[in-house]
């Protein structure tokens, strides 16, 4: 049983570029999180999506970053004008139900770096 | 609003120690309390829950960690520590009156095991 797919694992985008990054969660799992490690900081929540839906976007900045988790294919985290500050890890992680219970299971992240 | 917080950045323990990587927490409703271990250039992987029961629950690696309400505390510990254990250790909250599922993380800390 795969686990949480995340891809690409390392991205390089230079100011003003798209990027673009996709999550597979696990089988049978229809429960997205996405989360971003700054350096030398912990994960801060940005975004729960289930299948076509998002529930919870109160860690999105306001500004240049979307996502979407449609009814076919991965999650996509999209961000527009990448600014060097935005360069971090994104982390995807994925659970069967949303349980109110049990743990997320995570990809091995995305690494943005903006040049 | 819930949050976690790690009050030590860094953990330093000789090898066949004991080790305690601490945590406190705050949430408005019942906690569900989890601890992640992270090494370098990888993703998160669950360690163990709290999320009703016994107050001292056990977990991958040998770990185990102890639930204490009135101190609003889950320290993560381990008998004898192995230079294996080195690496970023996160400690996270999910309020159960919340409908999202979505995790708190703390700063993490990092356990350095020396030989």
């Known amino acids: 049983n795969a686990g949480v797919m995340q891809n690409p694992r390392h991205l390089v985008r230079r100011r003003g570029q798209e990027a673009r990054l996709r999550c597979s969660p696990m089988?049978?799992?229809?429960?997205v999180y996405w989360y971003r490690q700054l350096p030398e900081e912990g994960l801060k929540f940005m975004v729960y999506?289930?299948?076509?839906?998002?529930?919870?976007e109160s860690g999105m900045p306001k500004e240049r970053f979307s996502a979407e988790f449609p009814k076919e294919g991965p999650s996509i985290l999209r961000i527009q004008q990448v600014v060097r500050g935005d360069s971090a890890a994104y982390f995807c992680?994925?659970?069967?139900?949303?349980?109110?219970?049990?743990?997320?299971?995570f990809g091995e992240g995305s690494r943005l770096t903006v040049l | 609003a819930q949050s976690v917080a790690q009050p030590e950045d860094q953990v330093n323990v000789a090898e066949g120690n004991p080790l305690t990587v601490k945590c406190t927490y705050s949430?408005?409703?019942?906690?569900?309390l989890f601890w992640y271990v992270q090494y370098p250039n990888r993703g998160l992987q669950f360690l163990l829950k709290?999320?009703?029961?016994?107050?001292l629950v056990k977990g991958s690696y040998g770990f185990e960690a102890e639930f204490n309400k009135s101190q609003t505390s889950f320290h993560l510990k381990k008998p004898s520590a192995l230079v294996s254990d080195s690496a970023l250790y996160f400690c996270?909250?999910?309020?159960?009156?919340?409908?999202?599922?979505?995790?708190?993380f703390g700063q993490g800390t990092t356990l350095q095991v020396k030989p």
């Open positions: 996270a909250v999910r309020d159960g009156s919340s409908n999202t599922g979505k995790l708190i």
């Open positions: 992680a994925s659970s069967p139900l949303g349980a109110l219970t049990g743990e997320l299971f």
């Open positions: 949430v408005s409703g019942n906690p569900y």
């Open positions: 999506l289930q299948k076509e839906n998002i529930i919870d």
């Open positions: 709290y999320i009703t029961g016994d107050n």
């Open positions: 089988k049978g799992h229809s429960h």
